[in-house]
């Protein structure tokens, strides 16, 4: 249950004293998760029995049931209960870049070479190449990397559906590889598929955070930083670093073959000619 959902919205419905009760517990959810009841019901100027009544009021069985349910909404962190408020609109923008830039320079500090040839070796060695991706951005990386990588004549299909994915670790083999892609390193389907992909042998490239469960499981890591912040109204910037890592992987295969990826390259820009024209420079099909 969302105790903090459920407090707002029925506020119209509180007596007085559950009205400061409520009030109480949104403006101050730590001090009302940790505090005892005496020292709630002083803080409220109300009895215990009113605390009684509260807790049977928002949905929860007793009191024992509030403080457990109040714990669990302030362990989600304190920059989701009080955030920091957003700049000014010209410091708003700048802040955005500079998250960016921030988050590329700390990515590309943390980045190791030999990690990208190990990939590059692994990529190489591969019969099959599968790109596993859950949620919004992770999933788009999945399909990222699977243009970036059939450009060079890289046998690959992304998988972004949680049932795909087992269906395909099941059937994989030592020739088999996965590569990962997560921003947090804990999404329950993808440990549980790519876990199911090493049983049978697959090779594992993740690019994830480092330490996370996912990471744990990877025969090469190609690690993200983190790169939140207290200010929680704008998309993660941890994007651009798994952005990076793709970019910089994508290179460093194109160049172990220079010459052979080279012509691919010519192929698909004769072929995107024929089709769209344009000039020299227009992206090869992004």
Not at 15 to 21: F, K, L, P, T, V
Not at 43 to 50: C, I, P, Y
Not at 70 to 95: C, H, I
Not at 219 to 228: F, G, H
Request: glycine share 8%; proline share 3%.
């Amino acid at each position: 249950m969302d105790i903090l959902y459920q407090i707002r919205a029925r506020q119209d419905s509180f007596s007085a004293g559950e009205g400061r009760i409520a009030r109480l517990m949104l403006d101050d959810v730590g001090f009302a998760a940790s505090a005892s009841l005496e020292e709630l019901a002083q803080r409220a100027e109300v009895s215990t029995a009113t605390l009684s009544r509260f807790a049977r009021s928002v949905g929860c069985r007793d009191l024992r049931d509030l403080r457990l349910q109040l714990a669990q909404a302030s362990g989600v962190g304190s920059r989701f209960l009080d955030p920091t408020g957003a700049p000014e609109s010209s410091g708003f923008y700048r802040q955005i870049l500079g998250d960016i830039e921030t988050t590329l320079h700390q990515h590309l500090a943390g980045f190791d070479e030999a990690r990208f040839t190990d990939a590059v070796r692994l990529l190489g060695k591969a019969r099959m190449i599968h790109v596993f991706g859950l949620g919004g951005w992770s999933a788009q990386c999945s399909e990222e990397l699977q243009v970036r990588l059939v450009r060079f004549g890289y046998p690959i299909v992304a998988c972004h559906d949680a049932v795909m994915m087992r269906v395909t670790a099941a059937v994989l083999d030592e020739d088999s590889l996965v590569l990962a892609c997560s921003l947090t390193g804990r999404t329950p389907e993808m440990l549980d598929a790519v876990a199911l992909a090493r049983n049978y042998g697959a090779k594992v490239i993740a690019i994830t955070r480092s330490a996370s469960p996912l990471a744990q499981l990877a025969d090469v890591l190609l690690p993200l930083q983190s790169a939140e912040t207290s200010f929680i109204y704008k998309p993660t910037a941890a994007r651009y670093g798994m952005l990076l890592a793709i970019d910089v992987l994508a290179t460093e295969v194109a160049l172990a073959l220079p010459e052979e990826n080279q012509e691919r390259l010519r192929r698909i820009k004769l072929a995107l000619d024929d089709y769209r024209g344009g000039d020299d420079h227009l992206p090869l099909g992004d």
